[in-house]
């Protein structure tokens, strides 16, 4: 089981970057995706999440900033995030977890925002 995390990078506030994550080894359409963050000193955040079907879900400190999206077919969640801001600084981390809650994390692809 391998989940791949890219697109992390350093931008400018205000900026826009488009993480993905493809998954192989797992039956896909049976996890729910998710991206979490942590931040330096901090707790790992769960910031949004989306089910096979499309059904969405975000924390409120992204502020609709964000958006979550998944291509079935091809394994793949993305975290499309807009008007970035210096605390969105983290390692964000793609997730899978199935009904039974059995959870498989990726690498971590490092966000960098500059004020």
């Known amino acids: 089981v391998q989940l791949q995390a890219y697109g992390g990078g350093l931008v400018q506030a205000g900026g826009s970057l488009r993480l993905s994550c493809v998954a192989s080894?797992?039956?896909?359409?049976?996890?729910?995706m998710g991206w979490y963050r942590q931040a330096p000193g901090k707790q790992r955040e769960l910031i949004a999440t989306?089910?096979?079907?499309?059904?969405?879900n975000y924390a409120d400190s992204i502020e609709d900033r964000f958006t979550i999206s998944r291509d079935n077919a091809k394994k793949s969640v993305h975290l499309q995030m807009n008007n970035l801001k210096p605390e969105d600084t983290a390692v964000y981390y793609c997730?899978?977890?199935?009904?039974?809650?059995?959870?498989?994390w990726g690498q971590g692809t490092l966000v960098t925002v500059s004020s």
């Open positions: 997730n899978g977890v199935n009904h039974s809650r059995t959870h498989f």
């Open positions: 989306c089910t096979s079907g499309g059904t969405t």
């Open positions: 080894g797992i039956n896909f359409n049976l996890y729910r």
